[in-house]
């Protein structure tokens, strides 16, 4: 999928799989092997995030798309993501200490620094899933359910599986357990494409389900930096695609897209787990697909991306395989 | 060579190739291709500081077995490591402006967030190859040569090439730049680990390269903290072998052995770069030669290591592949 060059020399190489899905579900694309069996990590925090809308829990907390875009992100843990993730709890009547997802230290560098000068270690809304949590948080109190929400057998939990089954179109085989400690449900690539493409054609349907899916979309497209963060894949590339595309990663080597305008849904996994290759590859499937300009500045920052050594010198690129981009 | 699961699935996979020589520079046993040109990246730091011996240098400067140690780094820019070579730039009438790496923010996380409190940015001898590159420019007065040492012209990397392609008895086909400024040579997978059994054979020896080999490695296993830097593989590892073994990992998935009593040398080289797969390999090739313990705890932090996630809650394990426990 995607090939790091030195000098002369192809110097490391990520193998992966790759699948673009329709509507109806068929492949219209694919590379490697479709059916291979894989966790969507945070790149289905869309699907997860389904019952939280079709219960009618975001109707009632008055969520808006902020709160929805949050749900769905796996943000830095900057200010405006912590600010607005530390409000949602308070409107709750919840604190801190009712997440589940575990402290992490933000990867925004402003947030970063500042705990590091006050001498603070993180709390749990800085984690990157706060969002999710406090989406989790949400229904469960709408559901009138325990506080154990990340609980295989919790209500949340067994929601987020029915939606889920029900955009893969699959029986999940099982789950792992993330590192924000929610069960995360595996289940082909081919799968997580598929509900990638029921959320891309969300908005032609009536049904509940389609109508919480196409919220969800129009919640990431607007605020990209929600979903992500200054600097990061996922809000430069959404906004390189002006609203046209939502696109999710996960880790492990995982992203998903939904792109609307074709009802399509895409969905990859690096094999080894590389970040690096899976924005390089994400990118140059929506470039492949007519939705991203290979030329825009955010494009280039990680499909032939030059490798910049510690005196800023370029020493090598990160592109994506002549198979990905012929294939 | 390594899986990472979590829960009952193979989450991700390394492949890549391994290579054991004995000191006559036959292939004991390997994996993956052997004859797969690779840069060796760091892993070879302890080849490119022989000049800095044999030339002399290192006796005129009167360079002591910890100097040697800081030469074959790649250190955190922790305290012990900067205060040691902030000396010895010192001792060469040299200053951090007369370095050619760049500045790099420390792993160290002390002296990180030393740095981040004072609002300052790292200097070059905060670069993980300082050491390194003080070994050349004391190498560069000692011959008198100019000032622009990572040159491949300079007579500094002119003698690194000229001892690379001795002790891995290849001419190389070429080479980058690394993320120092250093040029780095080209070889096969077989030449490093032939370079490797020539530093594990060197005592044998009583030729100048071979001193000087022997000096190096003694260097290496007297001073693991100096290689690396506390919590990193090297250091660990070696402490953990009890100065029978030299380690040195490179970037983008290169590690090397040198085990003296074996007179075996080893390389390996993740195909996709990955350093939680070089560190599980290398100390399962390890445990295999039987030079490290299965059960020692460093061991098992870097083979058969828990993925933890942040409540701290086991999802996953590191492990070597069954091909490279059984192969």
Chains 1, 2 share one sequence.
Not at 25 to 38: F, K, L, N, Y
Not at 111 to 135: D, F, M, W
Not at 295 to 307: E, L, Q, V
Request: proline share 5%; aromatic share 4%.
């Amino acid at each position: 999928m995607t090939e790091v060059r030195r000098g002369s020399l192809l110097e490391s190489l990520h193998l992966g799989h790759a699948v673009v899905c329709d509507d109806t579900g068929q492949i219209v694309r694919s590379w490697g092997d479709p059916e291979t069996v894989i966790y969507p990590r945070s790149s289905c925090k869309m699907v997860q995030a389904l019952p939280l809308v079709t219960s009618g829990a975001a109707g009632k907390y008055g969520l808006t798309s902020e709160h929805l875009a949050l749900a769905c992100a796996s943000h830095n843990g900057a200010a405006i993501h912590t600010d607005r993730v530390g409000a949602w709890l308070d409107q709750l009547g919840k604190t801190d200490g009712d997440f589940r997802c575990g402290p992490q230290m933000p990867a925004d560098e402003e947030a970063c620094h500042g705990l590091i000068r006050a001498y603070e270690t993180p709390c749990q809304v800085h984690n990157n899933c706060s969002g999710k949590h406090a989406g989790f948080l949400t229904l469960s109190a709408h559901m009138g359910a325990g506080p154990e929400y990340v609980d295989i057998d919790h209500p949340v939990q067994q929601a987020a599986l029915n939606a889920f089954e029900e955009t893969t179109g699959l029986s999940s085989p099982g789950y792992g357990i993330d590192g924000c400690s929610a069960p995360n449900f595996a289940t082909t690539l081919h799968g997580l494409a598929r509900a990638m493409a029921f959320f891309a054609s969300a908005r032609d349907r009536s049904d509940r389900q389609s109508r919480a899916a196409a919220r969800l979309v129009e919640a990431m497209v607007r605020h990209p930096e929600l979903v992500a963060g200054e600097g990061r894949a996922c809000t430069e590339l959404m906004r390189a695609m002006n609203g046209r595309v939502a696109i999710k990663t996960g880790a492990e080597g995982v992203f998903a897209a939904i792109v609307p305008e074709m009802k399509l849904g895409v969905a990859l996994k690096i094999r080894d787990g590389a970040t690096r290759a899976s924005e390089c590859s994400i990118a140059a499937i929506l470039v492949r697909l007519g939705v991203l300009d290979a030329d825009h500045p955010a494009t280039r920052k990680y499909m032939n991306a030059p490798i910049l050594n510690r005196r800023g010198i370029e020493t090598g690129i990160i592109k994506p395989t002549s198979d990905l981009i012929a294939g």
